[in-house]
């Protein structure tokens, strides 16, 4: 969760495959995640579930998903992505957000 001038981002992520060894690995694993019904399946799940939290203390409507099914590389791995957002509502702060938003949907306690 980041939070910069009332903005509220999250950035849930679902589904990871590791590095190719060769440029041609690396594009056909990248293209596997991307293509994988089971990793977007759960990758949507979890972008409901943010934007149900956040549309609790985020004003009406400003609640949207600008980033759907991106592939993130790291070094040693490929993740498929999203990005939630929203403006948060006058008179809220972080206890608030803490409140309505953790655990994650992907986080188990």
Do not use: W
């Amino acid at each position: 969760m980041e939070g910069r001038k009332g903005l509220l981002r999250t950035r849930p992520i679902k589904g990871t495959m590791p590095r190719g060894k060769t440029v041609l690995e690396d594009e056909i694993l990248k293209s596997t995640l991307l293509n994988s019904e089971k990793d977007r399946a759960e990758l949507l799940m979890i972008v409901d579930l943010e934007r149900n939290d956040l549309g609790i203390i985020c004003e009406t409507d400003s609640v949207s998903v600008p980033e759907l099914f991106i592939i993130e590389t790291y070094e040693t791995v490929h993740h498929l992505v999203a990005t939630v957002e929203g403006q948060l509502k006058d008179g809220y702060d972080v206890i608030h957000v803490l409140e309505h938003t953790f655990p994650g949907g992907s986080i188990y306690c």
